[in-house]
C-alpha cells in the first residue's frame, strides 16, 4: 500500500489531561503552555487541553492555549506534515454546564472541539450513575445534542468501554452519532483487554454501530497490564484512525499509551499498517525530556524510543555489530527520534552561532527557547564550559536547557491581561458559574524567592551547617538564616531554606544524576515537594493524597548549590500555585476514561 492511499492517522494527545493525572504531577499554566507550544511543533493533531469545569484555573490554562497555541503553524506546514493548526479539545461530564464550560474555553482556537464522556458498562450505569440503560441513551442524546449545537467536532467516549455489553454499546454510540458526534473513543478505561479482545471490539463496533461509516473512531488504552500500545496497534489495524496518547505515556495508575511508542512502530513498520502520520518524529527525545522535566514523571532508562538506553550496547559482541554495520542491532536511526550519537561537545571559546546551532540540532531551534531562555541558557553555557576541562557533552545541554525552563516557568503566568473591552466581551460571553477573573490571562508575576548565598560546613564528625540567604521579591530584602543537621548538607541547606520562607514542607523525592562523564560533569538535581502533611481527605488512601505536589530542577558543578536551586525552584512553583494559580486539587480533576 503506497502512502498516498493510507488513511491519515489523528494523533489525540492528553498529556495535558490524563497524563497530568499521574500521581503527584501538578503542572502550572505556563508550564502546560510550554508542552503544549511543543505538542504543536511535534506535529499533534488533537490537544486535549484539560477538563476546564474543574476550576476557574483550570478554565484559565485552557483558553489560554486555546488563543495562544490553537492558532500555531511553527513546524507544522510543509510536505509530510499536518499542514493545518492544532485542533483544540476540552473535556465535558454529561452534563450541561460541563459541556457549555468546555465551549467557552476551546472557542477562541480556529479549530477546537468538546469532548464529552458518559459510562456504559452495567457495573459503572448501577453503582456509579445509578441509572438505567434507557436513562443512559437519554443522557447521551440530550447531551451530546447540546454539544453539537454549540461546535461542529464532537467526540464521545463510552467510558469503560472495554467491559460494557457489546449490543448496548452499539446502541449508545448510534445514539452518539445521531446527536452529532464526529469522532467515537474507545476506551479500555482500567487497561482490562488483550490486544485480540480490544481488536475485535473495534471491528465489531464498526461493523454493527448504525452510522458508522461517517464518524472517526478512535483508541483510548491503558498500560494497567503493560499492553497499552499493542492494544492501540490492534485498534488501527481494525479501523480505527485515531490515537489517544501521552508522551512518556505518562497518566493514572501505570499510565496512557505512549505516543512515541505508536508513532515509531508506525514509521518502523510502513507496510503493516494502513495509516500514515504527520508527526515530527525528530523532536521526540526533546519533547520526552520537557515533560519529563516539566512533570516531574522520570523516564525509566530502558524505556523504549526516549529512555537513555535505548541506543545504548554494552554487550561486546553487539558493539562489534554495530561498528560494522549499524542495522544489525539498531532498527531505529537514533537521529530519527532526536538522539545525537555524535556527542561532539562545545567548549568554553564556542560562541554563540555554534552554541544555538547545537541547540537546533538538539531540538531546541526555533521558538521552542524564548530569546530570554536562550540568553540565559547561554550565560550557564558559558559559565559551565569555563569549568570543565572535557568540553560540554549534548547531555550537559539537555540539562541546561531543563535548568532555565524550570527556574523561568517557576513564577506562574507571564502573559499581559486582555483590553478591558475584550475581557467585558469574554465575560459576557462565558459561562456566569465561574468568576469574572477566570476569563482573563494571570497578570505578569516574579520568582518569590531567589538564592543570593550560600555557605555550607560539613565533614567527618561536624555537625552540618548551612548558611542561606534568598532575597525575597515581596518584601524586598535578602533574608539570612543557619540549620543543622544531623543527616548531611543538603538537609541543613533545606531546612534553612524553610526556616526563611516559614512554611513546613514535606521533601517527596530527591534525585540527582550527573549529565556526562568525568569529576567535573554538571550534575542535574530534581526535588518533588509538598506541605508538610496534612490529615487524611475523606476517600483517600494515602494522607494527602490529592495535595498538590511540585518539582523542581537545577543543575551546577557543585551538587549541593544545585539542590539548594531546584528546592527554591518548587517552593516558588508551590507558592505560585498557592497564590494565583487556583486549579482545582489532582483529586477533582481526576476522570476515568
Known amino acids: 500500500m503506497s502512502e498516498q492511499t493510507k488513511d491519515k492517522l489523528i494523533i489525540f494527545d492528553t498529556t495535558l489531561r490524563d497524563g497530568e493525572q499521574s500521581p503527584g504531577v501538578t503542572l502550572n499554566t505556563e508550564e502546560k503552555i ?132 457489546h449490543s448496548f454499546l ?59 500500545t499493542a492494544n492501540t496497534l490492534a485498534g488501527i489495524s481494525n479501523g480505527a484512525r485515531q490515537v489517544e496518547v501521552t508522551i512518556n505515556g505518562i497518566g493514572e495508575r501505570a499510565g496512557n499509551t505512549s505516543l512515541e511508542e505508536v508513532v515509531m512502530n508506525i514509521h518502523t513498520h510502513p507496510h503493516s499498517y494502513p495509516v500514515q502520520h504527520t508527526v515530527n518524529t525528530r523532536l521526540f527525545f526533546s519533547t520526552s525530556r520537557m515533560v519529563e522535566d516539566l512533570s516531574g514523571m522520570a523516564v525509566q532508562a530502558n524505556k523504549a524510543i526516549v529512555g537513555r538506553n535505548a541506543f545504548l550496547h554494552e554487550s561486546g559482541i553487539h558493539q562489534d555489530g554495530v561498528l560494522k554495520n549499524k542495522q544489525t542491532y539498531e532498527i531505529i536511526r537514533p537521529e530519527d527520534v532526536g538522539v545525537t550519537t555524535g556527542n561532539l561537545a562545545l567548549g568554553k571559546h564556542s560562541g554563540r552561532h555554534a552554541f544555538k546551532t547545537k541547540l537546533e540540532d538538539l531540538g531546541y531551534g526555533g521558538p521552542a527557547l524564548s530569546d530570554a531562555q536562550f540568553q540565559a541558557a547561554f550565560a550557564k553555557f558559558k559559565d559551565l564550559a569555563d569549568s570543565k576541562k572535557a568540553g560540554v557533552t549534548d547531555g550537559d545541554m539537555h540539562a541546561l536547557v531543563a535548568d532555565v525552563r524550570s527556574s523561568t516557568l517557576a513564577g506562574g503566568s507571564s502573559a499581559p491581561p486582555p483590553a478591558a473591552s475584550e475581557a467585558a466581551d469574554k465575560r459576557s460571553s462565558t459561562s456566569t458559574d465561574l468568576p469574572e477573573d477566570a476569563h482573563e490571562a494571570q497578570a505578569e508575576s516574579a520568582l518569590r524567592f531567589t538564592l543570593k548565598h550560600l555557605q555550607v560546613f560539613t565533614g567527618l564528625g561536624i555537625t552540618p551547617t548551612a548558611t542561606v ?45 550527573a549529565t556526562s562523564e568525568g569529576q567535573d560533569t554538571l550534575g542535574k538535581v530534581a526535588v518533588r515537594i509538598a506541605r508538610a502533611a496534612q490529615e487524611p481527605e475523606e476517600g483517600c488512601l494515602a494522607p494527602g493524597g490529592s495535595v498538590p505536589k511540585f518539582t523542581g530542577l537545577a543543575t551546577n558543578v557543585d551538587i549541593i548549590t544545585a539542590s539548594a536551586s531546584a528546592y527554591i525552584s518548587a517552593v516558588n512553583r508551590m507558592i505560585g500555585h498557592d497564590e494565583s494559580d487556583n486549579r482545582a486539587s489532582h483529586k477533582d480533576r481526576k476522570v476515568d476514561i
Open 34 to 165: 510550554e508542552i503544549a507550544r511543543q505538542l504543536s511543533r511535534l506535529g499533534v493533531n488533537v490537544l486535549e487541553a484539560g477538563f476546564p469545569v474543574a476550576s476557574p484555573g483550570d478554565f484559565n490554562a485552557v483558553q489560554r492555549i486555546a488563543r495562544e497555541v490553537g492558532p500555531l503553524m511553527e513546524g507544522r506546514t510543509g510536505e509530510g506534515r499536518v499542514n493545518q493548526e492544532m485542533v483544540i479539545c476540552g473535556l465535558a461530564r454529561s452534563v450541561q454546564h460541563d459541556i457549555q464550560t468546555a465551549y467557552d474555553a476551546v472557542k477562541e482556537a480556529p479549530r477546537h472541539r468538546i469532548h464529552v464522556f458518559l459510562a456504559t458498562s452495567d457495573i459503572h450505569l448501577e453503582f456509579k450513575l445509578k441509572i438505567t440503560r434507557e436513562q443512559c441513551l437519554q443522557r447521551i442524546k440530550d447531551m451530546v445534542g447540546f454539544a453539537r449545537s454549540l461546535c461542529a467536532d464532537i467526540e464521545f467516549s463510552p467510558e469503560d468501554a472495554g467491559r460494557s455489553d
Open 170 to 228: 452499539c446502541e449508545a454510540l448510534a445514539t452518539a452519532i445521531k446527536a452529532g458526534a464526529t469522532t467515537l473513543n474507545i476506551p479500555d478505561t482500567v487497561g482490562y483487554n488483550t490486544p485480540s479482545e480490544y481488536g475485535a471490539l473495534i471491528k465489531h463496533l464498526r461493523e454493527n454501530t448504525e452510522g458508522a461509516d461517517s464518524v472517526v473512531f478512535s483508541t483510548h488504552c491503558h498500560n494497567d497490564l503493560g499492553l497499552a
Open 469 to 513: 540567604t534568598l532575597h525575597d521579591a515581596v518584601r524586598g530584602a535578602d533574608v539570612t538564616d543557619v540549620a543543622l543537621a544531623n543527616n548531611g548538607p543538603i538537609e541543613a541547606t533545606f531546612s534553612a531554606i524553610q526556616r526563611i520562607i516559614g512554611v513546613d514542607i514535606q521533601l517527596l523525592n530527591f534525585n540527582v544524576a
